[in-house]
């Protein structure tokens, strides 16, 4: 079972929505235990305290942010500099570890670390990692990789194929397949039993277990240019996805 420390730690630096997961919580209601059974882990780009408190004091109608019974605060920066990056901000949230600047998966001296997702999956659970970036990016790399150089994208898509997530929805798709080494990973991709699908409609059709999604050559487009909906779609298809295995899931979005 994944340590209770490094779980709360994990769940308690992002915005989180549990449906379960191996937590036991009391309901206000009956007071009585409920043993949940999956976790979505949602991470917005640019959400630190001043901006989510610009966007509730404009916004119309409240955030569902609002309503959630926990909040926490999280110390983001990295092992080497003040200001953190996606690469040390990612991988504190994933690993639950301060690393340098520019860094994914793995402490300042290099060694590996493991994501809160790795765990979940050598406990048995499904994983998934959805993101409108490209998915080699920083962030949902840090759920999956381990570099010392962020920007080594071609790496980082390999380490996609070590077994340890079953879904990941995003751009990304040149680094998979327009490589300096010639490789083109999604043959391998669907050697492993991924089906490997490069629109959104494709992606909606499929039915299999393990699914990758590669919807843009890099990252995909702003809403402001035709990305409306496209999210929600791809965290529905994630979830629908992951479902399909009975014991819970783990995703990062």
């Not at 765990?119 to 840090?142: E, M, Q, R």
Request: hydrophobic content about 40%; charged content about 20%.
């Amino acid at each position: 079972m994944i340590k209770k420390n490094t779980l709360h730690a994990l769940l308690m630096i992002s915005v989180v929505m549990l449906t379960g997961f191996e937590w036991n919580g009391r309901t206000e209601k009956t007071g009585k235990v409920k043993s949940l059974k999956n976790i979505i882990l949602f991470i917005g780009d640019g959400m630190g305290v001043s901006q989510v408190y610009a966007g509730m004091t404009v916004s119309q109608v409240p955030f569902y942010l609002e309503t959630f019974p926990y909040s926490g605060f999280s110390k983001t920066y990295s092992a080497d500099s003040y200001i953190t990056d996606s690469g040390a901000g990612g991988t504190a949230i994933a690993c639950g570890t301060k690393t340098n600047n520019g860094m994914i998966g793995v402490r300042p001296d290099s060694s590996v670390v493991n994501s809160i997702l790795e765990l979940a999956h050598k406990n048995g659970y499904a994983t998934g990692v959805v993101s409108t970036s490209a998915i080699t990016h920083a962030t949902p790399a840090s759920f999956v990789a381990h570099n010392a150089g962020r920007g080594n994208y071609e790496d980082i898509a390999r380490d996609f194929l070590n077994g340890t997530v079953d879904v990941f929805i995003g751009g990304g798709e040149n680094h998979f397949r327009v490589r300096k080494d010639s490789a083109d990973l999604t043959i391998n991709l669907k050697q492993q039993g991924f089906d490997v699908v490069y629109t959104l409609e494709d992606m909606k059709k499929s039915e299999s277990k393990k699914l990758a999604a590669l919807l843009a050559k890099e990252h995909m487009p702003p809403v402001t240019a035709g990305r409306t909906g496209a999210l929600a779609e791809m965290t529905r298809k994630a979830i629908e996805t992951l479902s399909k295995n009975d014991k819970g899931f783990f995703p990062d979005g």
